[in-house]
């Protein structure tokens, strides 16, 4: 990292401001969008870097992200870094935010021990932070219920769009029965994939052809599954940004399977992209599309429920596709990233 960089970022600000970042991930556009109103104050770092940052005057402030990878039992490194940095920008007078992303841990759902030890770090980093960003109302009411925080030092500021960095394809030719439904995104426990298969075992459409495209880490999982008469695609790995608008276009509808959900990157990159969806009725979610048609969506965890809707979905007819798909972009557009990116900043650090 060039600190002298850092020291010219600082002046030409009036406040001199510098906000450290961390965790800071390149391949995740999310921290893209939310910084890209004001990237130039926003550096990305690590834990280990930032209390050098603090004691030097070339941070003037903290954001932290993804809590589960801060305090983790099974990184003792990363969470003594974690501590000495907060605690170090909090005795130099730096301001401190934190987001939250996530119910429980992403990948800790079946460890009781590891869930207790997430939600005790949690509640000490809510008492840390001068500022805690949720992306719904629903969100916040969340964090009230189980964790004591005081309720004026939480902002509600929603997930962007993918406004200006993605844009729609036209959805190439394809036989006319065919009904593609794209499940997109990391493999994880909470995305609920062992419903969304169970529900495509016994959906059936007379006159449809339904296939279920899985993309992104972990779809290797499901090789050789059975959907009954239906077809799964399987695109395991790590999707490249320039195959993605293709890969949405080749769909009909996106379907997400959430166990439990706060908040969803790959549903704002469906909206972006045009994809009318299917979602639980999770309250965050359900936010999303207040003041306009109500999304696809069915009961979290009722397959039958799921099933049903899919089954609506595949039976609709071009001209009802087309005007949903108008209706997500309707959505992405009010999401627009430099707004809600600008929001963000003033709410967390001021003007």
């Known amino acids: 990292m060039e600190y002298a960089h850092l020291a010219l970022r600082k002046a030409f600000h009036p406040g001199g401001r510098v906000i450290a970042v961390t965790p800071a ?29 603090t004691k030097w005057g070339l941070a003037t402030g903290l954001h932290l992200h993804w809590d ?17 940095a907060i605690k170090s920008t909090r005795a130099r007078g730096g301001r401190i935010a934190f987001t939250v992303h996530n119910v429980v841990p992403h990948d800790d759902l079946g460890d009781p ?8 770090w949690r509640q000490w980093l ?13 969100a916040r009411e969340m964090i009230l219920s189980d964790y004591d925080i005081a309720p004026e030092r939480l902002h509600v500021v929603p997930h962007p769009s993918y406004a200006g960095v993605f844009t729609p394809l036209e959805r190439p030719a394809a036989p006319a029965d065919r009904r593609r439904f794209l499940g997109f995104g990391n493999v994880r426990r909470n995305k609920g994939m062992p419903n969304l298969i169970g529900a495509f075992k016994g959906l059936a459409v007379p006159g449809r052809d339904i ?8 779809a290797e999982a499901f090789e050789g599954t059975d959907l009954g008469g239906n077809r799964l695609i399987l695109s395991p790995g790590f999707v ?7 890969l949405f276009a080749d769909a009909e509808f996106c379907v997400f399977g959430f166990d439990s959900a706060l908040t969803s990157g790959s549903l704002m990159l469906a909206l972006t ?13 359900m936010e999303i599309f207040e003041g306009g048609p109500a999304p696809l969506s069915y009961r979290p965890g009722d397959v039958e429920d799921l099933t049903s809707v899919l089954a609506r979905a595949a039976a609709m007819d ?34």
């Open 113 to 120: 021990e590891k869930v207790r030890h997430f939600r005790t």
């Open 25 to 53: 991930f390149a391949d995740n556009p999310y921290q893209g969008l939310i910084y890209s109103a004001w990237s130039h104050r926003a550096v990305g770092t690590d834990m280990m870097t930032v209390a050098k940052l």
């Open 211 to 218: 296939e279920l495209h899985i993309a992104g880490r972990g």
């Open 68 to 84: 589960e990878y801060l305090f983790s039992v099974d990184r003792p490194e990363i969470m003594q870094a974690s501590l000495s």
């Open 273 to 285: 992209l045009g994809k009318p969806v299917i979602v639980p009725e999770f309250a965050s979610l």
């Open 318 to 351: 071009e001209d009802e596709i087309a005007e949903r798909a108008e209706q997500s972009l309707r959505i992405a557009k009010v999401l627009d990233p430099a707004v809600i990116s600008r929001e963000l900043e003033e709410a967390l650090f001021g003007r």
């Open 240 to 246: 490249a940004e320039a195959e993605i608008p293709r």
């Open 126 to 138: 809510l008492e840390q932070s001068d500022a805690v960003h949720v992306h719904s109302r629903a």
